[in-house]
């Protein structure tokens, strides 16, 4: 290694990166190394600690980032799709037909006690209460999944807005006077 400014800051850049030495310690070696004043490492040490701190910025970003991705990454893992989430309800109801219907050996819990549907005979034995309570949760289990399909989404027309507009600014008096008039256009036609 020949003895330029260039060499001897990438030496002691070296030495940061791979010993963390501090500046006594690099002074003492590159003293030994290079048989330079401590003029000349001072100016060495500056440009090539400069250069250590770039470098430790960019990879505590880049150790940052991957970091990020995977926090993401694993977010995104446990997220279940729309398609996943439908199919999940639906075999939620599926089941729950089945355990009203009997088709499935169910237990349940009344009056601390709990129920097997059917029982030995094959009997239906489920008060009415819990039958509604099961079909309320199915009844729940089509809601979302309407949700999720976007069946509910409001609509609004053409005509919904030319109504408002025509209403909007009235008293209650002229809306009670618009509504008699329309009750006598029906009833008289």
Sequence with gaps: MTNNPKN???????LLKV????????????????????RT??????????????YQQRADKAKEEVSIANEIKVLKSGLKTKNQ?????????????????????????????PIVNPNSNGDYILPLEKQNEVRKQIKDYQTEISKIEGDYAAIRT????????????????????????????INDG
């Design 8 to 14: 001897r800051q990438k030496w002691i850049f070296d």
């Design 19 to 38: 010993e963390g030495l501090g500046y006594g310690e690099c002074f003492g070696k590159f003293s030994v190394k290079f048989s330079r004043t401590e």
């Design 85 to 113: 989430r439908l199919l999940f309800y639906q075999s939620q109801i599926e089941l729950m037909e089945k355990q009203l219907t009997g088709e499935t050996k169910t237990y349940f819990i009344v009056n601390n006690k």
């Design 158 to 185: 053409e005509a919904d807005v030319k109504v408002v507009d025509e209403f909007r600014g009235k008293t209650l008096d002229e809306l009670k006077e618009l509504q008699k008039s329309y009750d006598n256009k």
């Design 41 to 54: 490492f001072d100016k060495d040490w500056k440009k090539a600690n400069a250069r250590y701190l770039e």
